[in-house]
């Protein structure tokens, strides 16, 4: 973060400064992990005040606080109308005063993935900011602006939202040059109504983008229409994964797209990239065929900023995997495992059972409940039971509650269980019979799928065990 003073900070926030002025460097939200010197910012909500923890951040060494109303604190203070508002307006103010190229990135998958993509893409061209784990909502974005330096030249922010008009927001205080919708389907649901409630909320993004900037979308979604009308003040540019001639939608005149897909041993993409009249071979280091649109969305936005096409190649190439994301673990000489855990919605599972799909013998999906997709979330789980099952794979156990109704419908050997240990007792005996065995973990973050695979890596590190 820059250096303000707590008067400058107190001038930006249209707030008032009680007691001694200080330097700040650093500012925090979360009272148990606050270093010295350090600005606290009270958050205050429904269920939570955090000015109740003044006197563990003085303990701390904070050097200032700001809070709705003046406390009895031997501390330097900077009251406010509104804590939450406030370290948006922060935000959003050590943005302005750097300036660095700025990309934002929303959908209902794969926005985690694209952003991992730009970061490494980028950091080929100067230093790069990058949202840190789920810090994509209006808590997370302001806190992800305030680690800007002079020394970033580019800044890789993830939008999220469960309801309409927190992109709205939180796009306001980005700014960005370059606004990516990776997709949109149903998730969240509880929160949107439906997928087009979903799709008009991933609009939001546009909003704050300055006239001429660049909207990156898919070429052939059932949304892009919608979209182009929400940003024709902005340079609309297009991806598709695939040249599918005599289709719907003829993805040759997307303005970056893939041709030539093919995927290798270990489930990773190659591929033709094609970007007006130039063009790169490029091999991903992600397995999934999914992850292609992820990386022309990718590309072209990095390419907006002033990335080259070579650097999008290697780039893409070399990029570390995400944890919890289609990570692929060799339990064994053979047992693969697929760390997909992380989250889950419709789309991202259907995207990783085509993954699973693609490996050769015998195939398991371990499934957890997809959350927050409202009224029809028994109905969104049929559907990947019978999406499995159409796939061609062997075996789903499932985990949780309204994940039941997906090995209900898978018609084949599925079976639904309440806890962790019941399900592996029953699937290390069947994976041990098979030659070449690949398992997908998947489920919401709700799920804590995140511990079936512990169990499992432990169970195979375990001196007896058969893996």
């Known amino acids: 973060m820059i250096t303000l003073s707590c008067a400058e900070i107190a001038t930006l926030l249209q707030g008032q400064l009680i007691g001694t002025d200080h330097l700040i460097s650093e500012v925090s939200t979360d009272s148990r992990t606050i270093n010295a010197g350090a600005l606290f910012i009270a958050l205050k909500g429904p269920n939570f005040d955090g000015s109740r923890?003044?006197?563990?951040?003085?303990?701390?060494?904070?050097?200032?606080?700001?809070?709705?109303?003046?406390?009895?604190?031997?501390?330097?203070?900077?009251?406010?109308?509104?804590?939450?508002?406030a370290l948006g307006q922060l935000g959003a103010a050590v943005k302005a005063r750097l300036l660095p190229k700025t990309i934002a990135v929303t959908g209902s998958a794969g926005k985690t993935t694209v952003k991992e993509m730009l970061a490494a893409i980028l950091s080929r061209c100067g230093q790069v900011l990058a949202t840190q784990g789920n810090f994509n909502n209006d808590i997370g974005?302001?806190?992800?602006?305030?680690?800007?330096?002079?020394?970033?030249?580019?800044?890789?922010?993830?939008?999220?939202?469960?309801?309409?008009?927190?992109?709205?927001?939180?796009?306001?205080?980005?700014?960005?040059?370059?606004?990516?919708?990776?997709?949109?389907?149903?998730?969240h649901l509880e929160g949107f109504g439906d997928t087009f409630g979903v799709a008009r909320?991933?609009?939001?993004?546009?909003?704050?983008v300055a006239d001429g900037g660049i909207a990156i979308m898919q070429h052939d979604s059932e949304f892009t229409e919608y979209w182009r009308n929400r940003c024709k003040r902005l340079k609309i540019v297009s991806f598709a994964s695939n040249h599918r001639p005599g289709s719907v939608t003829d993805?040759?005149?997307?303005d970056i797209r893939a041709e030539q897909i093919s995927l290798n041993n270990q489930g990773c993409a190659q591929f033709k990239l094609v970007y007006h009249n130039e063009q790169v071979l490029v091999q991903l280091s992600l397995p999934g065929k999914h992850n292609v649109a992820n990386a022309l969305a990718a590309a072209a936005a990095a390419m907006a900023v002033g990335a080259k096409l070579s650097d999008v190649q290697l780039g893409l190439a070399q990029m570390a995997g995400v944890k919890g994301r289609t990570n692929i673990i060799e339990l064994s000489n053979n047992i693969r495992l697929i760390d997909d855990s992380y989250n889950a919605n419709v789309e991202s599972v259907k995207a990783a059972i085509d993954l699973l799909a693609s490996y050769p013998g015998y195939r398991v999906l371990l499934l957890g409940d997809m959350a927050e997709l409202g009224a029809d979330a028994r109905r969104y789980h049929e559907e990947i039971g019978i999406f499995a099952k159409d796939a061609g794979i062997n075996l789903?156990?499932?985990?949780?509650?309204?994940?039941?109704?997906?090995?209900?419908?898978?018609?084949?050997?599925?079976?639904?269980?309440?806890?962790?240990?019941?399900?592996?007792?029953?699937?290390?005996?069947?994976?041990?019979?098979q030659q070449n065995v690949t398992i997908l973990v998947k489920g919401s973050r709700s799920a804590k799928m995140e511990l079936v695979v512990q169990d499992l890596l432990e169970r195979c590190q375990q001196e007896r065990s058969p893996c």
């Open 53 to 85: 923890f003044v006197d563990d951040v003085i303990a701390k060494g904070a050097a200032a606080i700001v809070t709705e109303r003046p406390l009895p604190a031997d501390i330097s203070q900077i009251v406010v109308a509104d804590t939450r508002l």
């Open 396 to 433: 789903l156990f499932t985990l949780g509650v309204l994940s039941q109704s997906a090995s209900d419908l898978f018609n084949g050997q599925g079976s639904h269980f309440s806890s962790r240990q019941p399900m592996l007792d029953r699937l290390i005996p069947l994976i041990t019979t």
């Open 251 to 254: 993805n040759s005149t997307a």
């Open 201 to 208: 909320a991933k609009s939001e993004i546009f909003s704050g």
């Open 141 to 187: 974005v302001p806190l992800t602006l305030l680690r800007l330096t002079p020394d970033d030249h580019f800044a890789v922010m993830e939008l999220g939202a469960n309801h309409a008009g927190e992109i709205a927001y939180t796009t306001s205080l980005v700014k960005p040059d370059v606004a990516i919708i990776t997709n949109a389907a149903a998730s």
